[in-house]
């Protein structure tokens, strides 16, 4: 009995879904009351506490987030999302995967990234899945394997990413069918969004899509060929028509981190329908990287202070894949909170870490967070007391050259078969540039939560 609708009576669930698309503005209060009766884990009491204080200020930036997600989705998105992330993947999916964690003595992570296929309709400079093999792909049958034994362990939400993972769409919307009570999401690059794609997601309803764009028209096509912008803008028209939930996904670099960081750019992924956004940064992987592409330390601090700025005047939810350790004491991969897996069926610490010591097609999901090099991210994590520092490449390079070794795991570019070593010491640089500044940054946080836990006991 995992899912929620097998947990709960059926009249206490008809009763949610009920608040949710009958005029859910005016029903936040019942919505709370409801979900209050569901919680198990007391950090998910506080969380329905904070939405209490939340919703009922009407300035707050949060409360007008939901005010926009509740009337700008449609309802049976809506609804999904409620269901299966809020409640199958949260309230009963988190309590699952900490048995599990203190069962098998391993990282159980909250979400499965995986590569469909390696195939790509667009060739962008410097792409992190670059050395990748084009030809690799994960049938339906082991897609399906993968999210049966992550269910199995409390896992509710899956993530694709490519190549191009809309080039195998029909599969992906069958398994969405199937599983009907998880939770996915695709990072796209949005060109094969069209019509009949956005009436099937509606349909199915637990499917979202993350956009890749780098800025506007002259930063995205940069990168990512010309007219790459304009089919993108088409798309996110098309999604938000059809009242489907989607984000943007922008990799900051050198020559656009003042424009993707800026109020302007912001503001108009909010008026093309955007309810999320996560930001990652650029890394030098295989032997077609361009390390002039990494951001300066100046760069990553203006994006440290002015994502946290969006989050207190946008209504949107912005994630920042390194900024953000801070809040969940470093890094998330190896197992941790997420893992990867490519196309050929690598089992990835990382989608930003092409090392690995076993093969999906070849063992099971737990069987794999238990392989040597899953067990070394797990007893080194985290990997720096700064967690400003999270990233054992980008941050602490020696930390991963040393687990990789370790582990004696293999590289996963069949291209170019990127040694841990030549790889890490294209980090070293940026690595010592960065902690200067991180650490100023830490001390700063370290001084201020002194002083608010001193106000507190006075």
Known sequence: MTSARQMLSSALMKQGIEYVEKNPVENIPKILNWAEKLVIKPEHKKTIETFRQVTSDPDNIWNRFIHRVLTEVNPKVRSKFLINYMIN??????????KMKEKHGCNIPWAILMDPTSACNLKCTGCWAGEYSKRDSMDYDTLDRIIKEGKELGIRLFIYSGGEPLIRKNDILKLCEKHDDCIFLAFTN??????ELCREMDRVGNFILAISVEGFEEETDMRRGKGTFKKVMDAMD???????????????????????GSDEYIDFMIEKGCMFGWYFTYMPLGRDAVPELMVSPEQREFMYHQVRKIRET????????????EYINGCIAGGRHYLHINANGDVEPCAFIHYSNV????TTLLEALKSPLFMQYKMNQPFNENHLRPCPLLDNPDKLKAMVHNANAYSTQPLDKEDVDTLTDKCQEASKKWAETADRLWAEITKAESEKLEKQLA
């Open 238 to 260: 098309l999604l938000k028509s059809h009242g489907l939930g989607f984000g943007f996904s922008t990799c900051y670099h050198s020559k656009n981190t003042e424009i993707v």
């Open 89 to 98: 993947a949260g309230l009963f999916g988190s309590p699952t995967i900490d």
């Open 190 to 195: 949005a060109t094969l969004v069209d019509e």
């Open 359 to 362: 093969n999906i097609k070849d």
């Open 314 to 325: 946008k209504p949107i939810f912005i994630i920042d894949f390194w900024n953000d350790g």
